[in-house]
Structures are given as C-alpha cells and as structure tokens.
C-alpha cells in the first residue's frame, strides 16, 4: 500500500428576504429534524435570514457528482450518505450541507442522528457563506467539515483551533471512523483517481458479489490457461515446446479470467450500487448489464448507478442503431 506524505486524523474519538425572529437564548435548541426551512425547496435559513440555494452550472454541478461517487463508495458500515439534507443547526439557522455522512442507528429518540462529517462546495459562492455554515455545524456538533474550492482545485478542512480554513496537501488523505479507508483529496479533485478509489473502497468493503466474481475470474483463468498449456505442449511433443505451450497458454488463460472477473465484478458492482440505494432493477435492464462486456462502458454505468433515480437511466443510450 502506498504511504501517503499527510494523513488527516479525526479529531477526538447572500441572498435578501424575510428574517426570523429567534426565542430568546434560554430555550433549548431544537432538534435537527425540526425545521425551519420548507423542505423540497431551495430555502435555506442562516441567522434567520431566509437565503436561496440556487442551482448550478459545470464545474460546478459536476464537481457535487464528483463528490457524492467517491464520498458513497468510502461511507463505513453503520453510516449513511446523505445529499442536500437539511439540518437545524439553532434557533435560527436551518440548512443543508452539499453532503454529509452520519451514524445510521436513530438516537434513543428514533430519530436521525447530527451528520460527523460535512461537505461543501464552493466556486461563485463567498467564501463567507460556506463559513458561515461550518462555524454553525462546529457549534452544533458536527465533529469535521470541509470545503471544496472548484476554481482553484483544493480542499480545506475547518480548524477549531484557528476559528478559520486550514488548506489540506493534494497527496493527503481522509482518515476517518466514518470511512472505511483512507479518502485520497486527489480523488475529490480530479476524475481520473475518483475510478481507483471507488474500486478500491468497494473491494475493502468486501462486497460478497464482488469477492465472488473475483473468484470466479481466478478460477476459470487458472482452469483455461492449464487446459490450454497441456493441449499444446503434449502436441508438440518435446519438453521445450511443451514448457513454452503451457507458460502462453496460462498466461493469455489467466489474463483473460482476470478481464472476464473485471467485468463480472462491474457488473455486480452496478446492481449492488442500484440496491443500496433503493433503486429497482428491472429484468430488461439486469440483462443489458449481464450481456455488456465493454469494461469502459461498465465503469461509466456504475458512476451513474451512483446518482440516478431509476435503473434504466443507468442503461440509457446503450441500444444504438448499427
């Protein structure tokens, strides 16, 4: 495993409208599902003043997609992702964070729990909106937040100690009890490395369909390239041809298995991704993922199991005319 020059550690175990009127200090805090803002809206509160959360254009937009595929494939068992979820931070502040993750358990209320770790991404925005923002969820008790600069390519993560951003190095890591490893900041900046990590969270996950077509690859690889050295070496004749005629033949045998098992574990990761969110599969569409073995083209379709709504957008645009 590569050592990474910076590992981040957890740390311990505008817009005009109408303004709201906060009760005085002495009330309790509300909950964080008690709302202010309307949800399924764009109205946002902030120190009671209503403020809108408009919608976005690329690098933007893409850069919230980026965000959401590798932070949902590195989320820990007992945790859950979530989008655009609204959250009472006091009296007068009721807003949602790009993304966030949390402790799935419900309190001893049955309620959601306060997020652990909080998302922001930020380009024509001021940068004292998003501050704005994280010194509110600190106050609350969120115990990380972080902000994306998409113009300038960076992360910064919030510093209790400074009251302030704190830039992280791009060869740094996330580490975190939320995460089930180590979040690469390249990951987050640039859609080359988003693939890797996302596979490699995934496999550390040990998805039981993944760890079974990986098998499966490896054993029909081995299986092939064995059949295939010794019908060749036993018809040549000599020990010469026979050794070479079994190396080939094991060799093209076990790359083959191993591009097959890439592409069973594709596809598996696809319907695994569609699952864990809620998201049906038709039997047309299982069999349009069953039936592609174009690994490119897999990889595209898990990015967008990630986001969308129903299966066949995954799929959509794979029939075309000949």
């Known amino acids: 495993m590569r050592r990474h020059d910076h590992v981040l550690l957890a740390p311990g175990a505008g817009a005009s409208g109408r303004t709201v009127h906060a009760p005085s200090a002495g009330r ?43 932070l949902g494939a590195h989320v820990a068992e007992g945790y859950r992702g979530a989008v655009d979820m609204l959250t009472r931070t006091d009296l007068g502040s009721d807003y949602a964070a790009d993304a966030s993750v949390f402790a799935q358990k ?9 997020e652990e770790l909080a998302f922001e991404v930020s380009d024509k925005q001021a940068l004292a909106v998003p ?32 009251d302030g951003w704190r ?25 080359a490395s988003s693939d890797d990590a996302v ?3 995934l496999l550390d996950k040990r998805v039981p369909a993944l760890e079974a077509a990986l ?26 041809g026979e050794a070479r005629g079994e190396a080939r033949g094991e060799a093209r045998g076990e790359a083959r298995g191993q591009a097959r098992g890439e592409i069973r574990m594709a596809q ?15 039997a047309e569409v299982a069999r349009a993922i069953a039936g592609c073995d174009d690994l490119s083209k897999l990889r595209r379709w898990i990015k967008r199991a990630a986001t969308a709504t129903t299966a066949a957008e995954v799929v959509a645009g794979s029939r075309r005319k000949r």
């Open 28 to 70: 309790a805090r509300p909950h964080v599902d008690d709302r202010l803002a309307p949800p399924e809206t764009r109205v946002e509160y902030l120190h009671g003043v209503e403020v809108y959360a408009a919608p976005t254009d690329p690098p933007h937009a893409t850069q919230h997609f980026d965000l959401t595929y590798v």
């Open 106 to 114: 419900p309190d001893r209320a049955g309620r959601r729990r306060l």
């Open 131 to 162: 501050t704005t923002k994280a010194r509110l969820l600190i106050a609350r008790g969120v115990r990380r937040v972080f902000c994306i600069l998409v113009k300038q390519r960076r992360v910064m993560e919030w510093s209790r100690e400074t």
């Open 167 to 191: 830039p992280l190095p791009k060869d740094a890591v996330i580490e975190d009890p939320c995460l089930v490893r180590p979040l690469p900041i390249q990951s987050l900046l640039e859609a």
């Open 199 to 201: 596979a490699r969270a």
């Open 215 to 240: 098998a499966e690859g490896e054993a029909r690889g081995e299986a092939r390239g064995e059949a295939r050295g010794e019908a060749r070496g036993e018809a040549r004749g000599e020990a010469r």
């Open 268 to 282: 598996e990761a696809i319907l695994m991704v569609l699952k864990s969110r809620g998201v049906a599969t038709p």
